[in-house]
């Protein structure tokens, strides 16, 4: 539960860092006589930050339950 825990934290700190994703799709306009024009759409993914801040959340409620567990 405590490797849970950080994974989540770090996961969730790399969220926060890089709030969203680019990634482009190539559509063909025009294929005429072997002629191919196509072009390149880029699409963008937004990650929210208050996703990003829940994940973190989550990791540190289970790290700090690890540890309490371990006390007693």
Known sequence: MKIA??????????????TGVTYFTKEKV???AGIEIS???PHH???PLV???AVMSV????LLASI?????
């Open 39 to 41: 072009k390149h759409e």
């Open 68 to 72: 309490k567990k371990e006390k007693s």
């Open 59 to 62: 990791g540190g409620i289970l």
């Open 51 to 53: 996703f990003s801040i």
């Open 45 to 47: 993914i937004n990650i």
């Open 5 to 18: 825990g950080i994974l989540l934290l770090v996961i969730g700190l790399g969220l926060t860092l890089f």
């Open 30 to 32: 025009v294929d005429i």
